[in-house]
């Protein structure tokens, strides 16, 4: 979990203030990248998807700020922009077609949160046993 950043997208706000008489604190989870280490990076697609083993023992974790600076995009907001323009999550005059393709063509062949979409279950899993590892 990632405490909250001076650069969170601005929906962030809105539950900040949303929750504030009801939670002391809130923390935004941000899905993150996957890089596969010992399976083909072909097989993330929707017919093809590793299930959650596969993707567990084959996969490592690339967290957000590590894609960040993989990428050269420049923060998180542009990041998250980048994703919603994927997804059409946001009117044209606010999309960013240039980050957008920055993101579908990560480097080191990276799965992306968009991509991971599908298989959201598998990465809470995976996500759950990162974080319990320590």
Not at 51 to 77: A, D, H, M, Y
Not at 82 to 89: A, D, E, F, Q
Not at 105 to 111: A, E
Request: hydrophobic fraction near 40%; glycine fraction near 2%; aromatic fraction near 14%.
């Amino acid at each position: 979990m990632i405490k909250i950043f001076l650069n969170e997208p601005w929906w962030f706000k809105v539950i900040k203030e949303y929750y504030k008489d009801v939670f002391e604190e809130i923390f935004v989870f941000y899905h993150p990248f996957i890089k596969p280490e010992s399976i083909d990076y072909e097989l993330f697609k929707p017919d093809t998807y590793p299930n959650r083993n596969e993707i567990r023992e084959n996969c490592v974790v690339v967290t957000w700020k590590q894609f960040l600076t993989l990428s050269g995009i420049e923060n998180f907001r542009k990041l998250d922009v980048g994703l919603r323009t994927n997804i059409n999550g946001l009117r044209e005059e606010y999309q960013d077609e240039n980050i957008a393709r920055m993101i579908q063509m990560p480097p080191n062949r990276l799965v992306s949160p968009i991509t991971l979409n599908t298989v959201h279950q598998e990465i809470n899993n995976l996500c759950a046993n990162s974080l319990f590892k320590t």
